[in-house]
């Protein structure tokens, strides 16, 4: 088992910055894979950026590239989301999600399918 739980959440106004980090314990070395969603109020949840726990390699859905930067910290078994330049549509929920099955690997690094391990949540309000 693995357990996520974020943090770093809260409110700021649309151009500003947060940082977003994700503690991870338990059996970590089972997964290969970590990404961050986000669900708005009566939206869907979607898939924001992943990163490939072994080589670094990283995804971005096409509303957050140039502003997010998804990183990890292996030695303090910690996901970081930095989120520059703020938008009022990143309000959301933010869920730290990690995967241990590469099985399930379907070619869409973004895909909730991929992911067995999910935390709370931690909320980001972006003002205009």
């Known amino acids: 088992q693995v357990q996520l739980v974020e943090s770093g959440g809260g409110s700021v106004q649309a151009g500003g910055s947060l940082r977003l980090s994700c503690a991870a314990s338990?059996?970590?070395?089972?997964?290969?894979?970590m990404s961050w969603f986000r669900q708005a109020p009566g939206k869907e949840r979607e898939g924001v950026a992943t990163?490939?726990?072994?080589?670094?390699?990283?995804y971005y859905t096409d509303s957050v590239k140039g502003r997010f930067t998804i990183s990890q910290d292996n030695a303090k078994n910690t996901l970081f989301l930095q989120m520059n330049s703020l938008k009022p549509e990143d309000t959301a929920m933010y869920y730290c999600?990690?995967?241990?099955?590469?099985?399930?690997?379907?070619?869409?690094?973004?895909?909730?399918?991929?992911?067995?391990?999910w935390g709370q949540g931690t909320q980001v309000i972006v003002s205009s």
């Open positions: 990163i490939a726990t072994g080589g670094g390699a990283t």
């Open positions: 999600a990690a995967g241990s099955n590469p099985a399930l690997w379907r070619g869409d690094p973004l895909s909730q399918d991929l992911f067995n391990y």
């Open positions: 338990g059996y970590t070395g089972s997964t290969y894979i």
